[in-house]
């Protein structure tokens, strides 16, 4: 189910590098998006938590290879660069 917050334009202030990498980091940010919301009740990165990242990666990916972790660490890092930003009027 598709939801109705928009990660492609949460994180394209931050995305960078070919289409097939934007779409990459915006189809696995929706994935951990939804798993978020699932476990915790957070619909949007802007209401997560470090705590919520972190049990992401270290629970939800428990038995996913090393390349995906990695993976979707890189896209948590986008997150969290894109959650730092200070929007300006």
Do not use: N
């Not at 978020?36 to 949007?44: P, Y």
Request: aromatic share 12%; net charge positive.
């Amino acid at each position: 189910m598709k939801s109705e917050f928009d990660m492609a334009l949460f994180l394209s202030p931050v995305l960078k590098g070919s289409h097939a990498t934007r779409q990459r980091h915006i189809r696995q940010a929706e994935r951990m998006q939804e798993a978020i919301r699932e476990r915790w009740g957070c619909a949007t990165p802007w209401s997560w938590k470090e705590k919520h990242a972190r049990w992401f990666l270290e629970h939800f990916l428990r038995c996913s290879a090393p390349a995906t972790v990695y993976y979707y660490e890189l896209t948590t890092e986008l997150i969290r660069r894109r959650k730092a930003q200070i929007v300006v009027s």
